[in-house]
T-cell receptor, first 113, second 113 residues
Framework: GENVEQHPSTLSVQEGDSAVIKCTYS??????FPWYKQELGKGPQLIID?????GEKKDQRIAVTLNKTAKHFSLHITETQPEDSAVYFC????????????FGRGTSLIVHP | DAGVTQSPTHLIKTRGQHVTLRCSPI?????VSWYQQVLGQGPQFIFQ???????GRGNFPDRFSARQFPNYSSELNVNALLLGDSALYLC????????????FGDGTRLSIL
């Protein structure tokens, strides 16, 4: 089955800095890669996603890049703010009729004011 | 519009007991998935239902079962509870179409004493 590795497990930055979280996946059939943000006491919230026919996608301060050849994808957050502090999860799903993602172990992002 | 709602929010049980967790999907969503999230890890897939039929099952023992009702709401049942079943149980809904994003509820925190 699919295996998703996520790094780093903890990321501490100063407000205004950029943050980058990286994930690798094992199954070349995976074609959909969402990123979720989970705040304390809440469920994961979808923040951005990318499909395998696209190399990069941006949404305001957030961007995701995908390298299919290397089987890795990354989340980039620019101009970080204290409210960006949360646990971020990447996920990968294999093409097919159902969407059953495999999640990474998560990255705890801490943005210091 | 209401998001995914789960009940109860917290639950305390003892070993050997049985528990039923409930989930109402976003209006119009026909697919519901259940995940187990232990502290410090990403969500682990348990079940997916679409149009009341099981469409996927993760690597969980037979003590775990689920069903989906005609109104697309769902229940997750766990029998003979073990200490290791203590976790956050998340429900996610989607349209059920290929690789459409899932939207999570805030989960049920289950503690086993």
């Amino acid at each position: 089955g699919e295996n998703v590795e996520q790094h780093p497990s903890t990321l501490s930055v100063q407000e205004g800095d950029s943050a980058v979280i990286k994930c690798t996946y094992s199954d070349s059939a995976s074609n959909y890669f969402p990123w979720y943000k989970q705040e304390l006491g809440k469920g994961p919230q979808l923040i951005i996603d990318i499909r395998s026919n696209v190399g990069e996608k941006k949404d305001q301060r957030i961007a995701v890049t995908l390298n299919k050849t290397a089987k890795h994808f990354s989340l980039h957050i620019t101009e970080t703010q204290p409210e960006d502090s949360a646990v971020y999860f990447c996920a990968a799903s294999i093409a097919g009729g159902s969407y059953i993602p495999t999640f990474g172990r998560g990255t705890s992002l801490i943005v210091h004011p | 519009d209401a998001g995914v709602t789960q009940s109860p929010t917290h639950l305390i049980k003892t070993r050997g007991q049985h528990v039923t967790l409930r989930c109402s999907p976003i209006s119009g969503h026909k697919s519901v998935s259940w995940y187990q999230q232990v502290l410090g890890q990403g969500p682990q897939f348990i079940f997916q239902y679409y149009e009341k039929e099981e469409r996927g099952r993760g690597n969980f023992p037979d003590r775990f079962s689920a069903r989906q009702f005609p109104n697309y709401s769902s229940e997750l049942n766990v029998n003979a509870l073990l200490l290791g079943d203590s976790a956050l149980y998340l429900c996610a809904s989607s349209s059920g179409q290929d690789n459409q994003p899932q939207h999570f509820g805030d989960g049920t925190r289950l503690s086993i004493l």
